[in-house]
């Protein structure tokens, strides 16, 4: 019942930043987690990001932790992800997600709806 599709990713020097928007169709978007994923090409995908339904609560990868923020418009049933100080290990594909239930949100297991993915490059 829920359709993702990301966009703003791209190729950026180390240190510069992007800010990624995940666009959700349906009228429950408030209602939903919305998380981001990233996969890099010979790894699995792994947690960055989340934000719950009234967009006032958010958790990070520690690795991304002061670097990234998530937040979400519910009326315009789109969520972001700005990211400033990108490290070249920050390259990968990333995914944002949603999630009707969620206890372990670092699990990709957890979350029903996914989005295509948008490409980040990072060069050194």
């Known amino acids: 019942q829920v359709q993702l599709v990301e966009s703003g990713g791209g190729l950026v020097q180390a240190g510069g930043s992007l800010r990624l928007s995940c666009a959700a169709s349906g009228r429950t978007f408030r209602s939903y987690f919305m998380g981001w994923f990233r996969q890099a090409p010979g790894k699995e995908r792994e947690f960055v990001a989340v934000?719950?339904?009234?967009?006032?609560?958010?958790y990070y990868a520690d690795s991304v932790k002061g670097r990234f923020t998530i937040s979400r418009d519910n009326p315009k049933n789109t969520m972001y992800l700005q990211m400033n100080s990108l490290k070249p290990e920050d390259t990968a594909v990333y995914y944002c997600?949603?999630?009707?239930?969620?206890?372990?949100?670092?699990?990709?297991?957890?979350?029903?709806?996914w989005g295509q993915g948008t490409q980040v490059t990072v060069s050194s």
């Open positions: 934000i719950n339904w009234k967009g006032e609560s958010t």
């Open positions: 997600a949603a999630a009707t239930n969620l206890r372990l949100a670092y699990r990709a297991s957890q979350y029903e709806y």
